[in-house]
């Protein structure tokens, strides 16, 4: 495993290298680290694949935009960069953010990406009306409104050595002990900047009144001509895996839709049950090679 930098303008993200192969880009969400993609990382590069896993903006000071902007846009924008970088055909994992930032961007720029899997998210296009009829996300997701708020988020989480996010994780994934996992991810956000940045995140949702935030509105409602693979635990304590029954509609995904709920796993699916998960990952990169 390596460590590199992808760069976008003046910002620089740290990332993880490994394999030889077919490029494969894995974004990561909150609260998380790049770092934490090494295992799925050795098990798909030794199926011959490229991987290279960066932290997203804001979780590292290099990356951290003078201007703030931690906008969905913009992450499609560095998505976008780093595609380029590597040729401009790459395969596409996500795991919660990283997750929306890959339906969008599968939407907009459908002939970037050979294949595409979502971790933990499903389809965002109908996922509006899907929370009508799956009341209990709307509690589940209330954390979403909170860190909006100025000042109060950062506190709550770092408390006591940073209990915030210990109690993120037991919720979302219960029954499991993350361990190294969880500290790996504490300690990126320790790092100068990195927790309101990853806050800035949530608190550009509500940004509606910029250009690039209409924009990313109207991309939610394309088609994805990626092949997709949308991956959910099954004690996922963060989205419910009851919104898949609202959200899944094979006619979004004319390139093709797959949906698997993994059993003994919450929201961090991928580091629970990282050989269950691994081997479906690894299956759909196969069925979607992209093609010289």
């Not at 949702?205 to 690039?212: Q, T």
Request: proline share 7%.
């Amino acid at each position: 495993m390596k460590q590199v930098e992808m760069v976008n303008g003046h910002l620089r993200f740290p990332t993880l290298l490994s394999g030889d192969g077919e490029p494969v880009i894995l974004l990561h969400g909150f609260p998380d680290t790049h770092e934490n993609w090494a295992v799925q990382m050795k098990l798909i590069a030794d199926a011959g694949y490229t991987c290279l896993a960066p932290a997203l903006r804001g979780y590292a000071p290099s990356c951290q935009p003078g201007n703030g902007d931690y906008s969905l846009h913009a992450a499609v924008d560095d998505l976008l960069v780093f595609a380029n970088q590597l040729g401009g055909r790459v395969h596409l994992i996500g795991h919660d953010w990283g997750a929306a930032v890959g339906y969008l961007a599968c939407a907009r720029y459908p002939d970037t990406f050979c294949t595409f899997t979502a971790l933990a998210i499903p389809p965002l296009k109908r996922l509006p009306q899907a929370l009508l009829k799956v009341p209990e996300q709307i509690k589940l997701s209330g954390y979403m409104q909170f860190f909006q708020l100025p000042m109060a988020p950062e506190a709550w989480l770092k408390k006591d050595d940073f209990s915030g996010i210990d109690k993120l994780w037991q919720r979302w994934s219960p029954d499991w002990e993350p361990g190294l996992y969880l500290e790996n991810a504490k300690h990126t956000l320790r790092e100068p900047g990195v927790l309101p940045a990853a806050l800035g995140w949530y608190r550009h949702l509500i940004r509606l009144w910029r250009k690039e935030q209409r924009e990313t509105q109207e991309w939610l409602g394309m088609n994805i001509t990626v092949p997709t693979q949308v991956l959910i635990g099954e004690q996922d304590g963060c989205m419910s895996p009851r919104l898949l029954d609202h959200t899944v509609n094979h006619g979004d995904f004319p390139g093709g839709l797959r949906v698997e709920r993994v059993s003994g796993a919450g929201h961090f699916l991928h580091l629970e049950r990282p050989e269950t998960v691994a081997d479906l990952l690894i299956a759909h990169l196969k069925r979607g090679e992209c093609l010289a």
